[in-house]
């Protein structure tokens, strides 16, 4: 079992930036890939960004690529999601995930999630 806890959300301006944290406990942090995903309301949770467990694969879809930043320390047991220029259409709640298979692009691919934390960004 690996229990995941994001931290970092909140309310920011468009254009401005926020570092969530996902802190791991459990098993160890460093056998799992890792992703975010979020979900705004009425819509589908998607991937936003994923990462191996070396780090030596990211993923990021379009419309973040350029923008938001994937890393990890396996030491801390704790990934991370760095996000500048931040726009309205980010709003959303923020999930990280762990899954025990590489780098995956679906819900299905990720094991364990965290609960979530709202990111709301104002025009």
């Known amino acids: 079992q690996v229990q995941l806890v994001e931290s970092g959300g909140g309310l920011v301006q468009a254009g401005g930036s926020l570092r969530l944290s996902c802190a791991a406990s459990g098993r160890t942090f460093s056998s799992y890939a890792m992703g975010w995903f979020r979900q705004a309301p009425g819509k589908e949770r998607e991937l936003v960004t994923a990462i191996t467990r070396s780090a030596g694969s990211i993923y990021y879809t379009d419309s973040v690529k350029g923008r938001f930043t994937i890393s990890r320390d396996n030491a801390k047991n704790t990934g991370y999601l760095q996000m500048n220029n931040l726009k309205p259409e980010d709003t959303a709640v923020y999930y990280c995930?762990?899954?025990?298979?590489?780098?995956?692009?679906?819900?299905?691919?990720?094991?364990?999630w965290g609960q979530g934390t709202q990111v709301t960004v104002s025009s």
């Open positions: 995930a762990a899954g025990r298979y590489g780098l995956g692009y679906t819900k299905a691919a990720y094991d364990y």
